[in-house]
């Protein structure tokens, strides 16, 4: 089966933006969603508590720029989403937020210059598991690594997938559970079909390593449960 377009995808957000806008169920689908975004914000401040700058990679709604306001006010701001509706929304929610500069990017980080040495932080949030080939993830890893300053970190909260079968089996099994305790399995069902028509995940350690293998200093993990991790890795000083 050959994966959804770009413009697929964009399609899809641009009609979801509501959904997206609420801090602890705008990603109800993704489990411990609050925790890993409390996480996040909390592990950007205190490894990069003098940053000025924040790239936000697919940011949807806003929600990461705006949980990490909460922990570091008044930062420059920068929104990457393909969906305009979502943009317009994360702009109007994150220009509230802070006093710093808001800048707008519609497109595809792929395709989106960054240039070096820009940004303290960067937050990618259920947006990487849609690259496709490892050469592609390389290369955005690599151009998000290099668009930070030094001593600057990248935190990421992504759907992830196991390398043996049996243990993404297992995970898979979990994951179902949860949605269809969530609503019903006719929304598990939902879910699973977008999923595989959508994404292409990769497991935690193959994202890890390539972190290492890209120039990042030190990987963390922050939290894992099933399909689903919050990671990161801080560029040396």
């Not at 994150?94 to 808001?102: D, E, L, N, W």
């Not at 497109?107 to 303290?120: I, K, W």
């Amino acid at each position: 089966m050959s994966k959804s377009t770009i413009e697929q995808i964009r399609e899809r957000f641009d009609g979801d933006v509501e959904r997206f806008s609420n801090l602890e169920t705008g990603q109800s689908a993704t489990i411990d969603a609050p925790l890993s975004l409390a996480l996040i914000a909390e592990a950007a401040a205190r490894v990069t508590p003098a940053a000025s700058s924040l790239l936000d990679v697919g940011c949807g709604a806003g929600n990461y720029a705006l949980k990490i306001l909460e922990r570091l006010p008044n930062l420059d701001v920068t929104l990457i989403d393909l969906s305009r509706p979502m943009l317009d929304r994360a702009v109007a929610r994150v220009s509230r937020a802070t006093t710093g500069r808001v800048t707008a990017l519609q497109g595809d980080v792929r395709e989106l210059p960054l240039g070096g040495s820009q940004f303290d932080l960067i937050c990618a949030a259920a947006v990487l598991h849609h690259l496709r080939e490892a050469d592609e993830w390389r290369r955005v890893f690599s151009k998000l690594h290099t668009s930070l300053k030094a001593g600057g970190s990248l935190w990421i909260s992504d759907l992830i997938e196991h390398t043996d079968p049996r243990i993404q089996s297992l995970m898979w099994e979990r994951y179902g559970n949860y949605l269809s305790q969530l609503k019903d399995a006719a929304y598990r069902d939902h879910v699973f079909d977008y999923i595989t028509q959508e994404d292409s995940p990769r497991p935690l350690m193959f994202q890890l390593d390539l972190l290492r293998s890209v120039g990042f200093s030190d990987v963390e993990i922050l939290h894992k449960n099933s399909c689903f991790a919050a990671f990161g890795g801080i560029k040396s000083a």
